[in-house]
């Protein structure tokens, strides 16, 4: 028996990076995976197909996880369509990869806004 068989687990950011591997190994130990992703774009629906192709239930919802009105939408649409969320990993994020000098003023708020929002 898989570790997670029958759970459902929630990942947001979960179309590449470590999200994408969060989301491949939960699937591998049985778990069914929603994915959120801020676009709907090719690399999204591919991971979905990769998810998906290890035998499990896989859904992508396009949702900013900065929003919580978006984030309580998802949320929603994910238990009517998996019936439960037992596993939620917390991965969307944005980095502005510079020094803190160099930084603009919209890069700091921007940072600041995704922070504030899960709670940092």
Do not use: P
């Not at 989301?23 to 998906?52: K, M, P, W, Y």
């Not at 991965?91 to 600041?112: F, K, P, S």
Request: net charge negative; proline share 0%.
């Amino acid at each position: 028996m898989r570790l997670l068989e029958g759970k459902t687990a929630v990942i947001t950011g979960g179309s590449r990076g470590i999200g994408k591997g969060i989301a491949l190994r939960f699937a591998a130990e049985g778990a069914n995976i929603a994915i959120t992703n801020i676009v709907d774009n090719e690399e999204f629906a591919e991971a979905v197909r990769e998810i998906a192709a290890l035998g499990v239930k896989a859904k992508g919802y396009v949702s900013d996880a900065s929003v919580f009105a978006d984030a309580e939408n998802v949320i929603d649409e994910i238990v009517k369509d998996f019936g439960t969320v037992d596993i939620l990993v917390n991965n969307a994020g944005i980095t502005r990869d510079t020094l803190l000098m160099r930084m603009t003023e919209e890069q700091w708020d921007q940072v600041h806004d995704c922070e504030s929002e899960i709670g940092l």
